[in-house]
């Protein structure tokens, strides 16, 4: 690792936005690699990958699962590609759609557990990874660290 990509250890360093950046870009080429290799494996997309994150994430957040327009506003794709990745995704096993009992015309996205666990086995190198980072830093450092990606997700997502 060369000097200029190590963290920064001062004040000064570390409110230069070069060096956040190239640490940022390093992470989502690693989280990327990983992605496209899991893709190939099951005969996906890179777009499905993201889709089945966007699903997983969306059944965490607050608990309602995703639905095929909210999943075209969030990778912003037209409503034919959101279909034909969900059809890849369903024909692949990874997820099921449902109808909404309140209302027949929502469709529901589930990302299903066994497919939870093909991924798992996919992406373990960086679940390692992500543990070995984290012992590394006490629990105050960690909140400031996730305070920190997620006021930066905020104001990605707002300047869309």
């Known amino acids: 690792m060369t000097s200029e990509e190590q963290a920064p250890s001062t004040e000064a360093a570390s409110q230069d936005l070069r060096l956040f950046a190239v640490q940022l ?39 309602s699962p995703m639905t095929p327009g909210r999943l075209r506003e969030q990778l912003d794709l037209t409503s034919g590609a959101v279909t034909a990745c969900l059809d890849r995704l369903e024909r692949a096993g990874h997820i099921a759609r449902s109808r909404d009992t309140a209302d027949r015309r929502v469709v529901h996205l589930h990302y299903l557990p066994a497919a939870r666990e093909a991924a798992r086995s996919y992406f373990e190198p960086l679940s390692r990874g992500t543990k070995a980072a984290r012992a590394r830093f006490s629990d105050e450092e960690l909140a400031t660290v996730l305070a920190f990606l997620q006021a930066l997700n905020e104001e990605l997502a707002a300047g869309r």
């Open 25 to 63: 870009r390093r992470l989502t080429a690693e989280v990327n690699r990983a992605a496209h290799v899991f893709a190939g494996s099951q005969g996906l997309h890179a777009t499905d990958v993201h889709a089945l994150a966007a699903i997983m994430d969306a059944t965490t957040r607050d608990g």
